[in-house]
């Protein structure tokens, strides 16, 4: 540690012992001999990383502003489903369908947000929880858009302008294109006027408002960005999966993402990513490893993770500050 | 012919009038519980709608002898129903009493993670497959019709779920509003710090306000799991959101209005089944809740403003 006064975050892009055997590892990874990295573990890599996506994604809004927002995984069932139908219908390239998720998860982040600007903590949780329920209840009802129930079957894989992407490690290091976009988008912000009005509004609202942070923009271009980041992840996921269902979105799909950056710190960038590293793969290991009537019920590891964690940790893992 | 249909029409209404109050009924019950503690500690606690299962459940569990013994029907009922108010109990001095100094979202995030816990520990021991009373271990008369108009029946259970629910609400009103503890209650609804100043013992009144609160919901577990005759672990979920948006609706922290939301949120999902869309019935308690949060969230009779103290 030669520069503690620095929070890993801030490290993150300018300390090459940092950021170097982490690169070489993840881009390694799918080359390990195939005992190690066979097809199954590049999944689960692959899905390690939609999540820490995903994280990253979800900590903008209560990590950075300090809303709790319960309903996240409906943004990435909008961008699940738009880029899932806009493959179907009309076989568009993943570069013209990735942005198109974005911009509707944008929309929606925005549409769901401006309306509960002057709301407080938990009323806010309230409100993204029932949007998020109300998503999932039109996916799975408005049959002629969405089959509903029948799920969505067949979407085309990932392309490069026109070369199919058919390799288990190049969806792999697809994915971790879109992260890294997306880890340098919010590191960048983070550390810009923008974050910092972000800050000012987690800590004290009312203050920040009187000294001049105009809270109603800022906190519509977090709710805008967040819903953009995971309708993104969404958009992946159903090009990499192929198929998706009304059931991949639900309530619980939330409590995992908000889970992630519990553990990790929440508001911390490496925590959020941290969580997703330790928390996504041990899920799997968990379906593996217990019995099946224990597998279904794995998810008490996280309830009990969450409770233990505001208990004992409640800045997580990597807190931002240390005292 | 008209009048035939008429008559049809009219019947299919009155029934699901019937239908619409029982099912507001327990909605009540369950809301009571929210509205309750939210008035005594502010919280959202997300873990009620467990109880209201674990109600069903232990209640399932004792006539049936899934543990080794069977115990007849009313017996299990009363125990199930004490077990569930220490459930809650429990719940507030393990997982909220800790973090009553910290910031609220680090409660509503533990609430959350109790509730997760909660459901997925009912699906390791009891199993994702929906249990039903056997006939022969619940009172026969339950299925039989109490009261008959035309088409339209009233089940002995639909009596007795009427009769539960309002007089519990009854008893629990006289506790609130003429026995020490329920005095004690108000003023910590009112001001906390005053009331610790006066010589309330806060946590002592806290616990009794979660053994209150699920207590009525494990009644309401147990009526549920009778009505639509299916117990399992996520019955919980529904019935909390939907009990959530109804204490929302009548203005949480008001247990009058925590009633009155239940009995037309019942109301609503009958009827908005029934005449608009089944599909969406679910829906319904979720745009009440964001309307109600959205234009007016002090609810019909709430206290607690939108804005931060």
Redesign the interface.
């Known amino acids: 540690m030669t520069n503690k006064a620095l929070h890993l975050d801030d490290r993150l892009f300018s300390d090459k012992k940092l950021y170097l055997p982490l690169l070489a590892v993840v881009l390694v990874l799918p080359w390990l001999p195939m005992g190690i990295a066979g097809p199954y573990i590049i999944r689960i890599a692959t899905l390690t990383l939609v999540y820490m996506v995903l994280a990253l994604g979800l900590n903008v809004v209560p990590g950075f502003t300090g809303l709790l927002d319960l309903g996240y995984v409906g943004f990435f069932g909008i961008g699940a489903y738009t880029a899932g139908l806009l493959t179907v219908y009309y076989q568009w390239s993943l570069w013209l369908v990735l942005p198109l998720a974005a911009l509707n998860g944008a929309v929606w982040g925005i549409l769901r947000g401006a309306p509960t600007l002057r709301l407080s903590d938990d009323y806010f949780a309230i409100v993204t929880f029932g949007f998020s329920e109300l998503i999932i209840l039109v996916i799975k009802n408005e049959l002629w858009l969405t089959r509903g129930p029948m799920g969505v079957p067949g979407i085309a894989r990932p392309d490069f302008f026109g070369i199919a992407l058919n390799q288990p490690w190049q969806t792999y290091y697809l994915i971790f294109f879109f992260l890294l976009l997306v880890l340098w988008v919010v590191v960048r912000i983070r550390s810009s006027r923008l974050g910092r009005a972000w800050f000012a509004i987690r800590e004290d609202e009312v203050a920040a408002e009187c000294v001049g942070v105009n809270v109603a923009r800022y906190k519509i271009i977090a709710f805008a960005l967040s819903a953009a980041i995971g309708a993104l992840a969404g958009a992946f996921y159903a090009r990499w999966f192929r198929f998706i269902h009304p059931d991949m979105f639900k309530f619980w799909e939330s409590i995992l993402i908000l889970c992630l950056i519990v553990f990790g710190g929440m508001g911390s960038i490496t925590g959020a990513l941290v969580g997703a590293l330790v928390l996504i793969p041990l899920t799997e290991i968990l379906r593996i490893v217990l019995p099946s009537e224990f597998s279904n019920a794995r998810y008490l590891i996280f309830g009990l993770l969450i409770v233990v964690m505001m208990r004992w940790r409640p800045a997580g893992l990597l807190p931002l500050e240390k005292d | 012919m008209m009048l035939n249909t008429l008559f049809d029409q009219s019947s299919l209404f009155l029934q699901q009038l019937v239908n619409g109050v029982t099912l507001g009924s327990i909605y009540a019950l369950i809301a009571v519980g929210y509205t309750m503690v939210y008035g005594v500690i502010q919280l959202?606690n997300f873990a009620h709608g467990e109880i209201y299962m674990l109600g069903a459940f232990l209640s399932f569990s004792l006539v049936t002898g899934f543990f080794g013994i069977g115990l007849p029907f009313g017996l299990a009922v009363v125990i199930a129903v004490i077990f569930c108010a220490l459930a809650g109990v429990l719940l507030d001095v393990v997982?909220y009493r800790?973090?009553r100094r910290?910031?609220?979202?680090?409660?509503?995030?533990?609430a959350?993670?109790?509730?997760?816990?909660?459901?997925?520990?009912a699906?390791?021991i009891w199993?994702?497959q929906i249990k039903s009373f056997p006939r022969e271990v619940i009172p026969a008369f339950f299925s039989a019709p109490a009261l008959q108009f035309g088409d339209v029946v009233i089940s002995w259970l639909q009596v007795v779920i009427l009769a539960t629910a309002v007089s519990l609400m009854v008893i629990l009103q006289l506790i609130v509003h003429y026995t020490r503890i329920g005095r004690a209650m108000r003023a910590i609804a009112q001001d906390k710090t005053a009331a610790a100043l006066m010589g309330v013992n806060v946590d002592r009144v806290v616990s009794y306000t979660f053994a209150l609160g699920s207590g009525l919901g494990g009644v309401a577990g147990i009526l549920v799991g009778l009505y639509y005759n299916a117990v399992y672990p996520t019955m919980g979920?529904f019935a909390g959101?939907k009990a959530?948006a109804a204490a929302?609706l009548g203005g949480i922290g008001s247990i009058p209005g925590a009633i009155l939301g239940g009995g037309i949120l019942g109301l609503a999902e009958v009827f908005g089944g029934g005449y608009i869309s089944s599909?969406?019935s679910?829906?319904i308690a979720?745009?009440v809740?964001?309307l109600v949060?959205?234009v007016k969230?002090t609810g019909l009779f709430g206290r607690f403003a939108?804005?931060?103290a």
């Open positions: 959202i997982a800790p973090l910290a910031p609220r979202l680090a409660a509503l995030i533990t959350i993670g109790m509730s997760i816990f909660l459901q997925n520990l699906l390791l199993g994702a979920y959101i959530f929302v599909s969406y679910d829906g979720y745009a809740m964001i949060i959205l969230p939108k804005d931060k």
